[in-house]
């Protein structure tokens, strides 16, 4: 297993499959009832530099709910890379605390906390890669029974963060994506070539209506990420033929899927018809992110199922 989760490529098809198995014990527990706390007197510190709802609560809950603790510090409140370099934070955290999730700007902040950690240290998104979105997601259409490995997702919209998390875990789970954007906004082409080289199936198109023909899931997500506010405007230009809306969606198959991160832009890059429509799971990918990263967390800081 993984020591730290800071990329969707840092695990493998089967550990991918066992956390999903892990999660879906640990979501059946809780619903159950069961209150066991296998991480008991265990802490876990989060670093944000960004804002967050779902990660934030979810970390929280999620190592509350194992019977651990959760520390929140703001990147600005303990000067990340400013006040203090990143090397000496992950230096210090790592002889008080059992785990660091923290969510950054620059993806180089995430691997420096990692490499100078003693304890794990988990992503909770980067300007290059969002994988604890990417594992929830999956995990969702995992406990659906969807065929992953038979599936086409075309990924609508701009090739970020959360798309680059996606493409990644799809390929190693056998997935066939295609990514529909504007030219200037594709995926990266090292996370491409990786992907491929998962043996991964990802085509890349600049026509949304193709990639949505015989889909069996469209993805989107924000046309402005956190941290290119500035580019707004630019970017609702580049993207205006890139919503997805029930005319999209109406080119895939019946039973499409339509998935979102959240939060969304309404009106944007979905509109409010799909985004609450019937084709919608975006409130279960959201739910299931407690469920997911309580399994990485579980993983990671090595507790049992069986205390649970
Ligand atoms: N999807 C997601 O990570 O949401 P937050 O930005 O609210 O954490
Ligand atoms: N791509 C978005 C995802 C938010 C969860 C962002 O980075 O802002």
């Given amino acids: 297993m993984m020591r730290h989760f800071l990329s969707s490529a840092d695990l493998t098809r089967d550990a991918a499959l066992q956390v999903f198995q892990l999660a879906a014990d640990l979501k059946q527990r809780w619903k159950a009832g069961r209150r066991g706390t296998p991480l008991a007197g265990r802490t876990m510190a989060l670093i944000f530099e960004k ?25 600005a409140e303990i000067g990340l890379g400013t006040r203090e370099s990143v090397a000496d934070v992950a230096r210090n955290l790592a002889r008080w605390v059992d785990g660091i999730a923290a969510r950054v700007y620059a993806h180089a902040t995430i691997e420096t906390l990692a490499r100078h950690a003693t ?53 190693l789970l056998g997935a066939s994506t295609v990514v529909a954007c504007p030219p200037g906004y594709e995926p990266a082409p090292r996370v491409l070539d990786a992907a491929r080289r998962l043996g991964g199936r990802v085509e890349v198109t600049e026509d949304a209506r193709k990639a949505a023909v015989g889909a069996d ?41 339509v998935m979102h991160c959240l939060p969304a832009h309404r009106g944007e890059e979905i509109t409010d018809a799909v985004l609450d429509g019937p084709h919608s799971i975006a409130l279960d990918q959201a739910e299931n992110r407690l469920h997911a990263q309580k399994a990485v967390i579980l993983t990671l800081l090595g507790g049992s199922i069986d205390d649970v």
């Fill in 51 to 75: 804002p967050s709802l779902r990660t934030r609560v979810t970390f929280e809950v999620g190592i509350v709910q194992l019977g651990g603790r959760a520390v929140y510090l703001s990147g």
């Fill in 119 to 171: 304890v794990p240290v988990i992503n909770g998104l980067s300007d290059s890669e969002h994988p604890c979105q990417a594992l929830a997601d999956f995990f969702t259409l995992w406990e659906r029974g969807v065929d992953i490995g038979a599936m086409r997702l075309a990924w609508i919209g701009d090739g970020n963060n959360v798309c680059h998390s996606v493409i990644l875990l799809g390929a």
């Fill in 217 to 257: 899931v469209i993805y989107t997500d924000v046309w402005t990420s956190m941290g290119q506010e500035a580019e707004r405007v630019r970017r609702q230009e580049a993207f205006s033929r890139y919503q997805v809306n029930e005319t999209i969606v109406g080119f895939a198959k019946p039973s499409v899927l």
